[in-house]
């Protein structure tokens, strides 16, 4: 269980961590943000594919990864439909925790939910390797997005410690859900097959909906496509020392 919370803190804390560098700049360069947010993706395809998936079928069956990897897809989309993802780096000038900027607040604390779930379904599988690798996937697509959502917020004319309360709260319910997968999972053995695999669709569908378009937007697709190789081999390389 430490090891569980320990895990779960620090890829939700990694929001936190991608917001350090806007204590030295407020802006960061259409480029740079594709190729993290690039990289990211990389990851979580190869945490998804090479881990989750495989030990969900392990653990219950093809089956159970089937219908856990719909109803995560499933869950995500309505997420995605009910509350639009905003590409909050391009916008400033709003007001102090304008209406806008409280509805991107509250996506984040919503989008974090099934991030912190797929963390805990991670670490209760049989499998001790796989939690740290999916909490290392999700801190890695954590960190851009806690450095786009507080450059957002100093955009939008909030200091620089609200700011930093703001990504720590977001990444806080993702400490919280990541709990609520892990003793669920924990407690009913037959749900770790279909969390592994709910896990994996809902980071599949993160990739491919929002990490992958935002990543090849602005005209650096060929530095974002090479950052999202390098992504997926870290992966796999930490995977093989990981066991």
């Known amino acids: 269980m430490e090891t569980a919370l320990l895990g779960s803190f620090l890829a939700a804390m990694s929001t936190v961590l991608g917001a350090v560098p806007l204590l030295f700049v407020r ?13 990211a993706a990389g990851i979580m395809v190869s945490a998804s594919t090479f881990g989750l998936m495989p030990q969900a079928i392990e653990e219950s069956g093809v089956l159970a990864l089937t219908i856990g990897f719909l109803i995560g897809i499933a869950l995500l989309d309505q997420i995605e439909h ?18 806008k900027s409280l509805l991107v607040i509250i996506a984040l604390f919503i989008h974090n939910i099934p991030e912190g779930l797929s963390t805990g379904f991670s670490y209760a599988s049989s499998n001790e390797s796989l939690g740290p ?10 960190m851009p997005e806690g450095l786009i959502l507080a450059v957002f917020l100093i955009n939008s004319n909030v200091s620089k410690a609200k700011a930093f309360l703001v990504v720590a709260a977001t990444a806080f ?12 999972a924990s407690s009913i053995e037959t749900l770790v097959g279909y969390g592994l695999a709910f896990a994996s669709g ?4 993160i990739v491919y909906k929002e990490l992958i378009p935002e990543s090849h937007g602005h005209g ?17 390389y930490i995977s093989f020392w990981f066991g």
Do not use: C
């Open 82 to 99: 009910n509350i639009p993802h905003i590409d909050v780096e391009n916008d400033s000038g709003i007001g102090q925790f304008s209406a």
């Open 133 to 142: 690798l999916v909490a290392i996937s999700i801190g890695a697509q954590n």
């Open 202 to 205: 809902a980071m599949m569908f």
């Open 27 to 39: 802006t960061l360069s259409e480029k740079w943000k594709d190729i993290l947010i690039a990289f």
């Open 173 to 184: 319910m993702e400490v919280i859900s990541a709990f609520i997968g892990y003793f669920a």
């Open 220 to 236: 650096y697709e060929r530095p974002s496509t090479y950052s999202f190789i390098a992504g997926l081999l870290v992966m796999v």
